[in-house]
């Protein structure tokens, strides 16, 4: 068994698909629609819908309020201070600051890991690792 799908429920479909696409350079074939749309980073689906669809697809469990962030999303990188370089690049570019929260750059971990945490318009962390640190 492995993970193929990630569905993340988020409060503004267009800013978060900005983020996805445009900021971390996910691949989106499809338009979005006003309640989701779903892409690609590599051979993970992720799809970004709308919080609409929570009491929906979980009946009264879907109305239970979302506070914190329990949710880290994970890549692996080649080369993270080219990759921290682009992200602050693409944020220039598009006037995106409110898009993404650097919450530390690129910083060997005690454990050795280079690691960057950001996190996206709807405050999930997302965590991008050197693959091997220099």
Do not use: C, H
Request: without cysteine.
């Amino acid at each position: 068994m492995e993970i193929d799908y990630i569905a993340l429920f988020v409060a503004d479909v267009g800013r978060s698909l900005m983020f996805y696409r445009d900021i971390l350079g996910f691949r989106f074939d499809k338009p979005a629609k006003p309640d989701g749309v779903e892409g690609y980073s590599g051979k993970l689906k992720i799809g970004i819908y709308d919080r609409q669809w929570l009491p929906k697809l979980f009946g009264d469990r879907g109305n239970q309020p979302i506070s914190g962030n329990p949710f880290l999303l994970s890549m692996t990188v080649e080369d993270l201070d080219r990759i921290y370089q682009e992200i602050g690049d693409r944020q220039v570019k598009m006037q995106a600051y409110a898009l993404v929260t650097i919450i530390s750059p690129p910083s060997i971990m005690p454990w050795g890991q280079k690691i960057l945490f950001l996190s996206d318009p709807d405050s999930n962390i997302i965590e991008i690792v050197q693959s091997n640190t220099l």
